[in-house]
């Protein structure tokens, strides 16, 4: 049955809830990026749980009105408009008063939140709210959506999408370099507005899918995978994209083959699944990775101190630099250097010598900050350059 799911075919309903949560899962990839690099991603927490009591007055006005209280789409424009309210506050908490920016979210955080839990269980003890079923809403719930649900979500995913992609320069800009952002003459204000616009919305049509608690995940994880990835702002947001995309086509694929299973928290731990393996198995940035690097660089401070030592005729008493020479063919096991260790060694030392004098002199001293031991100095400096420190070692013997 998870074969069937993935491959769309559990029937109409379920591939339009599969295609909704894939388009939500890129928005909140594309969009979660500009707000990690921007580093506000608690922002979106305080987004998130601004909307509930915007959901539960919704419901209020909708029932005293006559008309269907859980109607998607008007439960969907109270979160919103209840999450604005929420930006809002938070906003000018930031800028008018002294608190800072992490204290202001715990205040607007908890304040609409709270003020959503009691307007629920207000709603309990009117009529028509026993079946309300807007606890959906903290979880996230697919079981009752209908086509007309799961085609509002799959449109509003992607048009956040397309939003981002049309708005990626500034934003990009801006979540490096505001200063250089306003200067160039793009309204800083401005462009957090759309930014924050982006989450707001991607939030408003998650909430049914993954729920307000657990929409910061699929917007703060992908990111943060992705960075795993790339170095390149562009890409970042690409493989966040994809990744979100990817997590909620085998979350919700999950949860259509086990029925008992919520499908928001399963989309979240697969999100934090491509988390763990990227934070592992990442070419570049992952922690094998990074293992692999540093006893790759620790070998060959090894083997330079080694060499180091044969260039001047000193004895070798580390029994690992000693092994390592040994095993390159650099040295005998008692120590004495090879025809080819000799060589080495002799270049070694130069490369030592010309090392020192370029951190002793004024003008290197920038290229000089790169000297780790195993750098050569014909990356960091050009042919010239090098010639002029090779003249001050040995007008004689100097070499490129």
């Given at each position: ?140 719930s697919t079981a009752g959506m209908v086509y007309a649900d799961a085609l509002l979500i799959a449109t509003g995913g992607a048009v956040v999408v397309a939003l981002s992609l049309l708005f990626r320069r500034p934003m990009m800009m801006l979540s490096f370099d505001p200063g250089f952002a306003s200067a160039r003459g793009l309204s800083v204000d401005r462009v957090d507005l759309i930014m924050m616009t982006l989450v707001l919305g991607v939030t408003v049509v998650g909430l049914k899918i993954v729920g307000l608690i657990m929409i910061v995940a699929l917007l703060i994880i992908p990111a943060v995978t992705a960075r795993f990835w790339s170095d390149q702002a562009d890409r970042v947001v690409l ?162």
């Amino acid at each position: 049955m998870f074969a069937e799911a993935l491959m769309f075919q559990l029937g109409y309903n379920a591939t339009l809830v599969t295609v909704g949560a894939v388009l939500l899962g890129i928005a909140s990839g594309v969009t979660g990026t500009f707000l990690f690099l921007r580093k506000r991603a608690l922002v979106s927490d305080a987004v998130a749980h601004a909307t509930l009591p915007g959901v539960a007055l919704a419901f209020i006005a909708m029932s005293a009105a006559g008309l269907d209280g859980r109607w998607l789409p008007g439960l969907l424009i109270g979160s919103a408009v209840s999450a604005f309210a929420g930006l809002l506050a938070l906003q000018w908490l930031v800028r008018r008063t002294r608190l800072s920016e992490d204290a202001a979210i715990g205040a607007v955080l908890s304040v609409f939140f709270a003020f959503g839990v009691v307007l629920l269980t207000v709603i309990q003890t009117i009529p028509t709210g026993g079946q309300a079923g807007l606890e959906s809403f903290l979880l996230g719930s697919t079981a009752g959506m209908v086509y007309a649900d799961a085609l509002l979500i799959a449109t509003g995913g992607a048009v956040v999408v397309a939003l981002s992609l049309l708005f990626r320069r500034p934003m990009m800009m801006l979540s490096f370099d505001p200063g250089f952002a306003s200067a160039r003459g793009l309204s800083v204000d401005r462009v957090d507005l759309i930014m924050m616009t982006l989450v707001l919305g991607v939030t408003v049509v998650g909430l049914k899918i993954v729920g307000l608690i657990m929409i910061v995940a699929l917007l703060i994880i992908p990111a943060v995978t992705a960075r795993f990835w790339s170095d390149q702002a562009d890409r970042v947001v690409l493989y966040a994209g994809l990744i979100g995309g990817f997590a909620a086509w085998i979350g919700t694929a999950f949860s259509a083959s086990a029925p008992n299973l919520p499908t928001g928290p399963l989309i979240v731990l697969v999100a934090f699944a491509m988390f763990l393996l990227s934070l592992f198995l990442a070419p570049a940035k992952g922690l094998v990775s990074r293992f692999v690097q540093h006893r790759r660089f620790q070998r060959g401070v090894h083997i330079r101190q080694g060499l180091l030592s044969l260039a001047q005729g000193l004895p070798i008493y580390e029994p690992l630099t000693l092994r390592l020479l040994t095993q390159d063919g650099l040295a005998r096991p008692d120590g004495v250097a090879t025809d080819n260790g000799k060589a080495r060694a002799a270049r070694a030392h130069w490369d030592e010598r010309r090392w020192e004098i370029a951190r002793a002199t004024p003008e290197f001293q920038l290229a000089a900050a790169r000297y780790d031991g195993l750098t050569r100095l014909e990356e960091v400096l050009t042919p010239d350059q090098i010639a002029l420190i090779d003249a001050r070692i040995d007008p004689a013997k100097a070499v490129t």
